[in-house]
């Protein structure tokens, strides 16, 4: 029986992939930002105001999602300004780069790596610092992610889980699925190993890209 829905997986760098559900909830995550110029009638759709004729008057503090954010950002008309989260700001990227294993990544952004991607696509001078953050986080957790998910074979992996972000939860099931995969090619219960959709979908779009 074919799958009612197969995934797609999550745009990289600043782009997004709108067929992605993963990248859907990740763009309606929330900024902080500042009016930069009056926004007649748009109070009620920001959530500034009750009604629906209510404006936003220029230095108003706004709290809205990503996409919004994207569409109504301009640097040559100054709509709109954002700053980073605070878990992208200097003292949390100083925790980072103390020891990332010990950060509750989930609770405190469930897509931190794609949403911090998505900032670099507004002018901020810490762009490079946050960018160079988001990486070296990864490099840092990746190991450790990837050797629990070879080494807790049938055991209990909630509490492991819970503190990752989304793609590290991907790249848990990956491994966690192609150590399976192994044992049950190793018990002569599969007749060959195949290949992770990941590295699939990565080949996929390799080629693609070379096409161009």
């Not at 990289?12 to 309606?28: K, P, T």
């Not at 109070?43 to 996409?67: M, N, R, Y």
């Not at 020891?99 to 001078?125: E, I, R, T």
């Not at 989304?166 to 044992?183: S, V, W």
């Amino acid at each position: 029986m074919a799958e009612a829905y197969f995934p797609v997986g999550p745009g990289l760098g600043a782009e997004e992939n709108f067929l992605s559900l993963d990248d859907i909830l990740m763009s309606q995550e929330k900024l902080p930002g500042r009016a930069e110029t009056n926004l007649p009638r748009l109070a009620f759709a920001l959530g500034q105001g009750a009604a629906s004729g209510d404006s936003i008057l220029e230095g108003s503090k706004l709290e809205i999602p990503l996409w919004l954010a994207k569409g109504l950002h301009d640097s040559k008309r100054r709509i709109i300004s954002v700053e980073p989260p605070k878990i992208y700001k200097e003292a949390w990227r100083t925790v980072f780069s103390a020891d990332a294993n010990v950060v509750d990544l989930h609770k405190m952004g469930p897509y931190y790596y794609g949403f911090g991607s998505q900032l670099l696509n507004f002018d901020n001078p810490e762009n490079p610092e946050i960018a160079q953050t988001i990486l070296q986080t990864f490099i840092s957790r990746f190991r450790r992610i990837m050797d629990s998910s070879q080494n807790a074979y049938n055991e209990d992996t909630s509490a492991l889980v819970a503190r990752l972000d989304e793609l590290e939860r991907a790249l848990f099931q990956a491994g966690q699925k192609g150590l399976n995969d192994f044992q049950c090619w190793e018990k002569g219960q599969a007749s060959q190993i195949m290949a992770s959709s990941l590295v699939q979908n990565y080949g996929k779009r390799k080629f693609t890209d070379m096409d161009d």
